[in-house]
DNA sequence: TAATTGACCAAACAGTCGTTTGGGATTAGA
DNA sequence: TCTAATCCCAAACGACTGTTTGGTCAATTA
């Protein structure tokens, strides 16, 4: 039902909230990357704010989705936190900029739009807190407060979005594997992997 | 040198930039704040932008002295790490609005502000990875990457603003033990330390 | 062919923005 | 006492904001 305007308003709000941030980007800067005046834009957007609101929900769902999937798989709970480290920045990096949006414009809404992407976002650290929780119950994991170290390695992954530039030295599985293997092994710890394929 | 007044403008425009944001702010709304005209402003500050580049600055020069001074001590790799995640938690937890204004607002920064806070973020990462250096060089970490290992441990950390409230069952410390219990032993590991004083 | 719809423009709306200016007060120094 | 600096106000500056309105043109439908 979204027509092509559509997707190329959406793609261009994107690009420049990145780019500028949202409060720094104009209704018209938008129109003139896609070629409109800015009034006409209205014909497809209702407001500016909905158009962050829906670049950000769309962004967070993905996420979800993707956390809910690997808890739905049967495997052990260390596979499962491998799993979901891996897709998180997998997903992160690809989609860099719609990430970079939702994760520092997202603030801009005002209520109740912000709540739509705050109550997301609460689902998105539960999720990760059943991963842990798995983990402490079958004694896999060591984990006295599995929501602090869902944070702990949320905060890290969604971090990856500020440093992380497709022309550095690691692609984002191997900087996924880097992360899992210390949230999973520690940096003391002997039992590090080897050079593996 | 910074007269009462100025601190007052300071400290007014951290709270509205943390409440509202940077440019959702206006200089009317600091002006308010301290009970002044707006014009009246400018016989203290230079821009809008200045006042935010002083605050991060500030903010960011605070979390570089820290980290530098545990460097400078001879304490172990670990015990070096402990103590760094454990100043980064309590300092941004107890100047949280000044954290946020750093982490969160400091982009909205044009060049060459911008890149005046961006070298002093790039110069607290750079003492991150000494730490971590450090350790393996010593043997006592087992890290191949250790700058990207220092990103995982730093976006962990500057997360906590994110979701730390003087309300939650935890305090600062408390959360910094999970933290580096989690990074020094990982999950699986069986060396954690039991209930101790 | 006639009527209707959707796409789009140009202009206006009603503000708000950060900053500058010129001039009163009040205070401090010479 | 005269001078100079400091503090602050009131007003204006020009530019820009997101959104609405009325209308034109082409394509689609009946």
Same mark, same amino acid.
């Given at each position: 039902m979204a027509s092509n305007r559509q997707k190329e308003i959406a793609l261009a709000a994107v690009k420049l909230f990145e780019q500028k941030g949202y409060h720094a980007t104009s209704v018209q800067d938008i129109a003139d990357e896609v070629g409109?005046?800015?009034?006409?834009?209205y014909h497809y957007i209702h407001s500016k704010e909905d158009l962050l609101l829906q670049i950000a929900h769309e962004a967070i769902t993905e996420f979800n989705d993707n956390l809910q999937a690997v808890l739905d798989t049967d495997m052990s709970a260390p596979e499962k936190l491998v799993k979901a480290v891996e897709n998180h920045i997998t997903v992160s990096v690809s989609n860099m900029e719609t990430t970079t949006v939702l994760l520092?414009?997202?603030?801009? #809404?005002?209520d109740p739009q912000h709540q739509v992407i705050q109550d997301l976002t609460d689902k998105y650290v539960d999720l990760w807190t059943q991963v842990l929780e798995e983990g402490a119950r079958s004694g896999e994991f060591h984990v006295r407060e599995p929501k602090v170290v869902a944070l702990a390695i949320l905060g890290a992954c969604n971090w990856v979005y500020r440093w992380y530039r497709?022309?550095?030295?690691?692609t984002p599985s191997q900087v996924a594997r880097v992360f899992s293997d210390m949230f999973l092994?520690? #940096?003391?710890?002997?039992n590090h992997p080897g050079v593996q394929q």
């Open positions: 409109l005046q800015k009034g006409s834009l520092r414009e997202a603030f801009s #809404l005002g497709q022309s550095g030295q690691l092994n520690g #940096l003391t710890s002997d």
